[in-house]
């Protein structure tokens, strides 16, 4: 039942980048229990670092075109995935399995595309920042940023009788505050108080928790278009936060 209320996929792919000009790999790629995962590599020339993206619980890789040009913009290559059971990405929800997907994108990130980690941004947007924590306990890139995100996933369930159930499913999975304990690189927090979704306290609560070099970037709007809303704040915070790590 709780990965049916975390998980909202949809399996069309609306959009590539070509409809925003940028030329793209589609890429398919494996998880360590065999399921074939699909995402989209978008190189930038001459690029600064890499960011490894994972969006949020809906939808698919293709509802993330305006955030691949903001990045772009910004000099970064962009390796976007789609989870199990979203867009041309097979398997079924499954909590512990998303976990295995960012290893993946990681693994072929590394390894197949030969990027230094030291060279890669790890971003998480909504329960795509509790899914880069995960991979934080198993990673170590150049840098962190963390937007519209929370502490840990019992926090976030609003049914009362559902958060036992949370705790009982997940554990520790998905507790990105017990997990930002260990944190060693650099992170970015980007977060909205008009954000309905994500209560901003528990973005708050867990850039608290970070214990090393930080930023905390307060933007205006709604969960999901905040970043939109806010753009000029937005493109501003991390273009301050790649120069400081990743040079101009």
């Given amino acids: 039942m709780l990965p049916r209320i975390v998980f909202v996929p949809?399996?069309?792919?609306?959009?590539?980048?070509?409809?925003?000009?940028?030329?793209?790999?589609?890429?398919?790629?494996?998880?360590?229990?065999?399921?074939?995962?699909?995402?989209?590599?978008?190189?930038?020339?001459?690029?600064?670092?890499?960011?490894?993206?994972f969006h949020g619980n809906a939808g698919n890789i293709s509802h993330r075109?305006?955030?691949?040009?903001?990045?772009?913009?910004?000099?970064?290559?962009?390796?976007?995935?789609?989870?199990?059971?979203?867009?041309r990405s097979e398997g079924g929800l499954s909590i512990p399995g998303v976990t295995l997907d960012a290893l993946a994108a990681w693994k072929w990130l590394t390894e197949e595309k030969k990027i230094p980690p030291e060279k890669i941004v790890v971003f998480g947007r909504s329960l795509g920042g509790a899914i880069a924590m995960e991979l934080m306990r198993h990673a170590k890139p150049g840098a962190l940023i963390l937007e519209s995100t929370f502490s840990s996933l019992p926090e976030m369930i609003k049914i009362p009788f559902m958060a036992p159930l949370a705790r009982l499913v997940v554990g520790d999975v998905w507790n990105s505050a017990e997990a930002a304990g260990a944190l060693t690189v650099p992170a970015l927090c980007i977060h909205s108080p008009d954000d309905w979704i994500v209560p901003y306290s528990l973005g708050r609560r867990l850039y608290d928790a970070l214990p090393g070099e930080k930023t905390f970037v307060q933007i205006r709007g709604g969960h999901n278009e905040g970043f939109l809303d806010s753009i000029d704040v937005y493109c501003t915070a991390l273009d301050k936060f790649l120069t400081k790590h990743f040079g101009t």
Wanted: avoid cysteine; charge should be negative.
């Fill in 65 to 87: 075109l305006d955030s691949i040009k903001i990045f772009h913009d910004l000099r970064l290559s962009v390796f976007i995935i789609d989870y199990r059971g979203y867009g």
């Fill in 10 to 53: 949809t399996a069309e792919i609306v959009a590539t980048p070509a409809a925003i000009g940028l030329p793209f790999e589609d890429v398919t790629f494996t998880a360590s229990d065999g399921v074939r995962l699909n995402g989209w590599y978008i190189p930038a020339q001459g690029a600064r670092a890499t960011l490894l993206f």
